[in-house]
C-alpha cells in the first residue's frame, strides 16, 4: 500500500528563521516526487517536481531534496516570511495518481 | 491560461439533498482529476479522466457519487443524496499529459460543501 509520511505535523517559526519539513514514503512505482503549498482555504499549488534521478531542486527560498535510495524528501525553507504560513505537501508519483500526504502546517510568527 | 476554475466555491445543503459541483480545467489539459480534502487531511484521490474517459475511480466513490466530462473539456461532480459525513472540500485538478510523466498537476480553489 502507498504511504506517505510527513513530519513534523506542525512547526511553529519565527520569522526570519530557516525550517526544514520531512517526508518519507513508501510508493510503487516511484518516478517524481512533488511538494506543494496549500494556503488555507485554497487549493494546493506546486513548488518544485524532481523525478528519480534528482537530489535537490530550487524555488526561491524552497529548496527539495531526495533520496530516492532511502524514499527520503525534505523541503527547505530559508529566510521564512509570514506569508510561508500554509501546509505543505509532500506528493510522490510514479502511477496515473500521485499518493499525497498528510501535510506539514507551517506557522510563521512576526 | 485561467488556471481551473471551480464552481460554486461554497455550498450549504440540507441532508438528503443533491449537489452539482462544475470544473474547467486548463485549456488543452486532457488529464482531469477529483480529489476531496478534509480538515488536516492531504487530498483524497476520487476519479480521474482521461479526456471524456473515466479511467480510475476510488472506493472512496460511493454509488451515490458520479463524475462526467462529457466533451473531454469540462467536468462535473454529483453528490445525490447528501450525509453528513460528505462535508468537505472538493478539489478538481488538470494536467497536461501524464502526471508519471513528471508533468504538473495544477489544482483549482476548491468547493467546499457543507452538509446540515
Known amino acids: 500500500k502507498n504511504q506517505v509520511e510527513q513530519s513534523p505535523q506542525s512547526l511553529i517559526i519565527l520569522e526570519g528563521k530557516n525550517c526544514t519539513l520531512q517526508c518519507n514514503y513508501t510508493v510503487s512505482p516511484f518516478s517524481n516526487l512533488r511538494w506543494y503549498k496549500q494556503d488555507t482555504g485554497r487549493g494546493p499549488v506546486s513548488l518544485t517536481i524532481m523525478t528519480f534521478s534528482e537530489n535537490t531542486k530550487s524555488n526561491g527560498r524552497y529548496t527539495a531534496t531526495l533520496d530516492a535510495d532511502t524514499k527520503q524528501s525534505s523541503l527547505h525553507i530559508t529566510a521564512s516570511q509570514l506569508s510561508d504560513s500554509a501546509s505543505y505537501i509532500c506528493?510522490?508519483?510514479?502511477?496515473?495518481?500521485?499518493?499525497f500526504g498528510r501535510g506539514t502546517s507551517l506557522i510563521v510568527h512576526p | 491560461d485561467t488556471g481551473v476554475s471551480q464552481d460554486p466555491r461554497h455550498k450549504i445543503t440540507k441532508r438528503g439533498q443533491n449537489v452539482t459541483f462544475r470544473c474547467d480545467p486548463i485549456?488543452?489539459?486532457?488529464?482531469l482529476y477529483w480529489y476531496r480534502q478534509t480538515l488536516g487531511q492531504g487530498p483524497e484521490f476520487l476519479t480521474y479522466f482521461q479526456n471524456e474517459a473515466q479511467l480510475e475511480k476510488s472506493r472512496l466513490l460511493s454509488d451515490r457519487f458520479s463524475a462526467e466530462r462529457p466533451k473531454g473539456s469540462f467536468s462535473t461532480l454529483e453528490i445525490q443524496r447528501t450525509e453528513q459525513g460528505d462535508s468537505a472540500m472538493y478539489l478538481c485538478?488538470?494536467?497536461?499529459?501524464?502526471?508519471?510523466?513528471?508533468?504538473?498537476?495544477?489544482f483549482g480553489e476548491g468547493s467546499w460543501l457543507t452538509v446540515v
Open positions: 485549456s488543452e489539459h486532457n488529464r
Open positions: 506528493v510522490p508519483g510514479g502511477s496515473y495518481i500521485p499518493t
Open positions: 485538478a488538470s494536467s497536461l499529459g501524464d502526471s508519471h510523466l513528471g508533468n504538473t498537476i495544477y
